[in-house]
């Protein structure tokens, strides 16, 4: 069991995103949980790796999947398979949810 303190996790910035990995590696393998602040636009990018899934906590924003736009708003979850390519934009605060867990060696950076 783990009680995890969100206010006592480091946060990191990233340019317009800031991520604060809550559960992650150590905690375990077969999924991370994190926060994302996203204030502007995130790079496009395809997780090889993982199923991702956002939970808009605050804001709005658009989700650009295989180049459809999905609108996104408070208390909306959206999904996206691994191997997707997407990028998000807006001013949004989400709960992230990857499984298996996340792994930036698997993320392909796109143009």
Not at 73 to 83: A, E, Q, S, V
């Given at each position: 069991m783990t009680l995890i303190d969100s206010s006592k996790v480091k946060v990191e910035n990233y340019g317009s995103i800031a991520v604060q990995e809550l559960l992650?590696?150590?905690e375990s393998e077969s999924m991370s949980v994190a926060i994302i602040t996203l204030d502007g636009t995130n790079e496009k990018n395809r997780n090889n790796?993982?199923?991702m899934y956002y939970f808009i906590i605050e804001g709005e924003g658009a989700f650009?999947?295989?180049e459809k736009?999905?609108?996104v708003?408070?208390?909306?979850?959206?999904?996206?398979?691994?191997?997707t390519a997407y990028?998000?934009?807006?001013k949004m605060t989400m709960l992230s949810f990857c499984?298996?867990?996340f792994?930036?060696?698997q993320i392909e950076y796109l143009k």
């Open positions: 992650s590696l150590q790796g993982s199923n650009i999947i295989e736009t999905f609108r708003k408070k208390h909306n979850l959206i999904t996206i398979p691994k191997g990028y998000d934009t807006g499984s298996p867990r792994d930036a060696s």
